[in-house]
């Protein structure tokens, strides 16, 4: 960017920068919780299968919105909208 004179207020560089933000809010805020709650419910002296597929499918949810939102921010750098 900097080599190139890019802007950070790029409508390209600020979405990326906002993707990364979000993914970065829903690794540490929903998928972090999820896979705690799981560490603690499959190591416990008897684990409960149903809130163990509950946790497995927070946790895969959130794996997928994390995928989605870096998927996005990788066809905004490769594509640059707005430039």
């Given at each position: 960017m900097l080599v190139q004179s890019h802007s950070f207020t790029e409508?390209?560089?600020?979405?990326?920068?906002?993707?990364?933000?979000l993914a970065f809010v829903v690794g540490v805020g929903f998928m972090a919780r999820a896979g705690i709650e799981l560490g603690r419910v499959v190591t416990a002296a008897t684990p409960d299968v149903t809130r163990t597929r509950a946790l497995v499918g927070r946790w895969v949810t959130g794996y997928s919105a994390m995928l989605a939102i870096l998927l996005f921010v990788l066809w905004d750098m490769v594509f640059k909208p707005g430039m």
């Amino acid at each position: 960017m900097l080599v190139q004179s890019h802007s950070f207020t790029e409508l390209w560089i600020l979405l990326a920068l906002g993707g990364f933000a979000l993914a970065f809010v829903v690794g540490v805020g929903f998928m972090a919780r999820a896979g705690i709650e799981l560490g603690r419910v499959v190591t416990a002296a008897t684990p409960d299968v149903t809130r163990t597929r509950a946790l497995v499918g927070r946790w895969v949810t959130g794996y997928s919105a994390m995928l989605a939102i870096l998927l996005f921010v990788l066809w905004d750098m490769v594509f640059k909208p707005g430039m």
